[in-house]
């Protein structure tokens, strides 16, 4: 036996008072929810020293909050998809047809090496 009435719904089973337009969720009895994402950044390839400012900066991110606050922090990952991601070289729009015909053809290469199983 539950020790709480059987939820039906999802919004019986995540009870909250209200949705800001800005996101934030009224959870009652002085208590809010918010969620941010964040673009994926692969920290192996950065400098040490945008390391530290990044890491800076999520230390004073969480020294905003005083005592008395409750945070939870969550940190969710999966690999990214070899197939999906284009890293391309840009030629300018005033390059000449015959270099942006060569750039083209290298973003192509460097794509299939990328997404392939046999990369340098």
């Given at each position: 036996?539950l020790?709480?009435p059987?939820?039906?719904?999802?919004?019986?089973?995540?009870?909250?008072?209200?949705?800001y337009?800005?996101?934030?969720?009224?959870?009652?009895?002085h208590?809010?929810?918010?969620?941010?994402?964040?673009?994926?950044?692969?920290?192996?390839?950065?400098?040490?020293?945008?390391?530290?400012?990044?890491?800076?900066?999520?230390?004073?991110?969480?020294?905003s909050?005083?005592?008395?606050?409750?945070?939870?922090?969550?940190?969710?990952?999966?690999?990214l998809?070899?197939?999906?991601?284009?890293?391309?070289?840009?030629?300018?729009?005033?390059?000449?047809?015959?270099?942006?015909?060569?750039?083209?053809?290298?973003?192509?290469?460097?794509?299939?090496r990328?997404?392939s199983?046999?990369?340098?």
């Amino acid at each position: 036996m539950l020790p709480w009435p059987k939820r039906n719904t999802a919004q019986e089973s995540v009870p909250f008072e209200s949705i800001y337009d800005d996101g934030i969720c009224d959870l009652g009895n002085h208590k809010f929810s918010a969620t941010w994402a964040f673009d994926d950044t692969n920290y192996s390839n950065t400098e040490d020293s945008s390391k530290v400012v990044t890491f800076g900066h999520y230390c004073q991110f969480l020294n905003s909050f005083d005592e008395t606050a409750q945070l939870q922090v969550s940190v969710l990952t999966k690999p990214l998809s070899r197939s999906r991601i284009r890293l391309d070289v840009t030629a300018p729009d005033s390059a000449v047809p015959d270099l942006k015909q060569c750039v083209s053809g290298y973003n192509d290469f460097m794509h299939c090496r990328f997404i392939s199983d046999n990369t340098y």
